[in-house]
C-alpha cells in the first residue's frame, strides 16, 4: 500500500517522471546480480530527489542512494524500499577555462572525453573507472596515482531536508576511499573541479595509456564490481590473494579472477550469496595465512 501511494504522489506531482516497481536490479549493477527492488526511481533533478526523499520519509519507506552500480552487490532477495538512481537524467556539464562543473549523474568515461575535448589535464586517471561522477565523489575514486581530492574545488549537496549546499574541498573529508558522504545524510548532486590547461596529445596518450594497462591486467570481460577489498596498509590485496593461492578459486558462479586477484568476477549467474561467501572465504584464508584483515570495497545492499 505504502508504495502504490508513493507511486502515485510521485507521478502526480512528477508528470512523466520514471519509476517502476519490482525492478530486477541486476539489470543495473555491473555484477550483474540482485533481487527486485519495490520501488526504482530515476530523477531528473534534484527537486525530484527532494520530493522522492521526502515522500518515503513521510511513508516510513527505505530508501537508497545510489548511480550507475559499478561498485555495488545487492541481495538475491532484493531492496525493500525505494532505489533512487541518480545516472543520465543528470549529466549536464559545464566547462569554463580550466574549471569543470559536472552533474553527479553523468559517467567518468563520458565526462573524460569531454574534458580530453577541451585539452584539460589533471582528470586522466578517472577515464577508465567505470562509475559515475558522484560515486567517484562519495568513495573518492583513484588510479594510476590520481584521485578525486587533487582535483575537486567543491561539491554541490542534498542534506537530510531538502537544502541544497556547497561543500569545500576541506569540507569533504576526502581519505581513501572514503568522504563525508559516507558518514552524513548528503547527497552529491554536482562537483566543481580544478584543472588545468595541457597539451591535448599528451592528455590523450595519457588517457590509453590508462585504458591498455586496465585491458590487460583487469578482467574487464566478465561481470565484477571492480577490486573486491580496499588495500591493505603496507600490502596489496590482490597479492596477498594469489599469494595464499586462491588464484580461480570458485563458490557458485563467483570466482577470484585469475586475471587480477583483486577482482572477484560473475563467470555465469552467480548470486550474492555466492559472491558474499567467495569474499568471506578469502578474508579467513588471508588472515590465516598473513595476520592481515582484508576490508571489501564492494558496498553490500539488501
Known amino acids: 500500500m505504502r508504495q502504490q501511494e508513493i507511486m502515485q504522489r510521485l507521478q502526480q506531482e512528477m508528470p512523466g517522471t520514471c519509476i517502476l516497481q519490482k525492478e530486477p536490479m541486476k539489470k543495473h549493477t555491473s555484477f550483474k546480480i540482485g533481487g527486485p527492488a519495490d520501488l526504482f526511481f530515476i530523477p531528473r533533478n534534484k527537486e525530484e530527489i527532494t520530493l522522492a526523499i521526502g515522500l518515503c520519509k513521510e511513508y516510513d519507506f527505505p530508501f537508497y542512494i545510489m548511480g550507475n552500480g559499478s561498485n555495488l552487490l545487492v541481495s538475491d532477495e532484493g531492496y525493500p524500499g525505494m532505489i533512487i538512481q541518480i545516472y543520465k537524467n543528470m549529466s549536464q556539464v559545464k566547462i569554463e577555462g580550466e574549471k569543470v562543473w559536472a552533474e553527479a549523474g553523468i559517467l567518468l568515461s563520458t565526462l573524460s572525453k569531454k574534458i580530453v575535448d577541451e585539452g584539460l589535464a589533471g582528470f586522466e586517471f578517472a577515464s577508465g573507472i567505470p562509475g559515475t561522477l558522484g560515486g567517484a565523489l562519495y568513495m573518492n575514486a583513484g588510479a594510476y596515482d590520481g584521485e578525486m581530492k587533487l582535483i575537486v574545488d567543491s561539491v554541490e549537496v542534498l542534506d537530510d531536508k531538502g537544502k541544497c549546499m556547497t561543500l569545500r574541498n576541506e569540507e569533504m573529508k576526502f581519505g581513501y576511499r572514503t568522504s563525508i558522504l559516507h558518514h552524513s545524510p548528503y547527497i552529491a548532486i554536482g562537483a566543481s573541479l580544478q584543472l588545468?590547461?595541457?597539451?591535448?596529445?599528451?592528455?590523450?596518450?595519457?588517457?590509453?595509456?590508462?585504458?591498455?594497462?586496465?585491458?590487460?591486467?583487469?578482467?574487464?570481460?566478465?561481470?565484477?564490481?571492480?577490486?573486491?577489498?580496499?588495500?591493505?596498509?603496507?600490502?596489496?590485496?590482490?597479492?596477498?590473494?594469489?599469494?595464499?593461492?586462491?588464484?580461480?578459486?570458485?563458490?557458485?558462479?563467483?570466482?577470484v579472477s585469475e586475471k587480477h586477484c583483486g577482482f572477484i568476477i560473475n563467470v555465469g549467474d552467480a548470486t550474492a550469496k555466492d559472491v558474499k561467501a567467495l569474499i568471506s572465504f578469502v578474508q579467513e584464508q588471508v588472515f590465516e595465512k598473513f595476520g592481515v584483515q582484508l576490508e571489501p570495497e564492494v558496498r553490500m545492499l539488501g
Open 196 to 255: 588545468a590547461k595541457g597539451d591535448k596529445t599528451c592528455i590523450l596518450g595519457k588517457v590509453e595509456d590508462f585504458t591498455e594497462r586496465r585491458k590487460t591486467k583487469q578482467p574487464l570481460e566478465y561481470p565484477s564490481a571492480g577490486s573486491a577489498f580496499k588495500r591493505p596498509e603496507g600490502f596489496y590485496a590482490g597479492k596477498l590473494i594469489m599469494d595464499t593461492g586462491l588464484r580461480g578459486y570458485r563458490i557458485g558462479g563467483a570466482q
